[in-house]
């Protein structure tokens, strides 16, 4: 099978089980954006994707998201250049510096999760007309882990982003590795609704068909759709 043949098919499954999931949950399949994380993936292997029918995706440092999406490697167009819907998302930390390239590049940063980089997206807003849809990151399994705002800050970081005019469309989440995914969906999904937000960012390749089932408006695969990432 060519790389070409392999994309489509492994897209054409992913999308068959959120469908499903979906279906089992009672909710529509088109409620649910599938983004394909590309993180560390080159251009040439992007490509097919997009060439299947993808539009969007999510990558996790602005540096490499910029020469893959915007600026074009080794002499090749860049890849948002494929097609003219094609959608960017942040998924990884976003440094406060990076604030203003991210909302240059990015149509959604799903990695809002503290007071500093809300005051830095806020200042970043004030020079442009471009609005990515923001997603706050909350530490849904109270672990000493990469980002995301603790739960018990959450009120306090959306009160911040009123204050500044930022609009929050919802909440994004990574549950603890190796735990059942399930019940911080669950918590992740609450938090939202008590916060009248409605878009959900969870589930990966490992457990996207349960965050689904759990109303995940967003999830994020990437070893599902273009295999296992060199680390
Ligand atoms: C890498 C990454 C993903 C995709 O993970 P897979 O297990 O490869 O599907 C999703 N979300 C975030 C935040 C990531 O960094």
Redesign the pocket.
């Known amino acids: 099978m060519t790389d070409g043949d392999d994309s489509a098919a492994r897209l054409e499954r992913v999308r068959e089980k959120i469908a499903k999931a979906a279906d089992k949950a009672g909710r529509a399949a088109d409620e649910v954006t599938l983004i394909a994380?590309s993180?560390t993936w080159d251009a040439d292997r992007i490509r097919p994707v997009i060439a299947a029918g993808q539009r969007v995706f999510?990558e996790?440092r602005v540096q490499e998201a910029q020469g893959k999406w915007a600026d074009g490697q080794e002499g090749r167009p860049a890849l948002r250049e494929e097609a003219d819907d094609i959608e960017l998302h942040m998924?990884?930390q976003l440094q406060s510096n990076k604030a203003e390239d991210a909302v240059a590049l990015f149509d959604a940063i799903h990695t809002v999760d503290r007071p500093s980089l809300v005051k830095a997206l806020a200042k970043a807003f004030a020079k442009t007309e471009r609005r990515p849809t923001l997603f706050v990151q909350v530490d849904i399994g109270e672990e000493e882990q990469k980002g995301g705002c603790a739960i018990d800050d959450l009120p306090a970081l959306l009160e911040r982003c009123r204050d500044r005019e930022l609009e929050m469309a919802g909440l994004m989440c990574?549950p603890p590795l190796g735990k059942e995914p399930a019940p911080y969906f669950a918590l992740l999904a609450k938090l939202a609704e008590e916060h009248g937000l409605p878009s959900l960012s969870m589930g990966?390749?490992?457990d996207y068909e349960t965050a689904v089932m759990c109303g995940a408006t967003h999830v994020?695969?990437?070893?599902?759709l273009f295999g296992t990432?060199d680390t």
Do not use: L, P, Y
Not at 220 to 224: D, E, L, W
């Open positions: 994380i993180k999510g996790n998924v990884g990574i990966m390749s490992g994020r695969v990437g070893t599902a990432r």
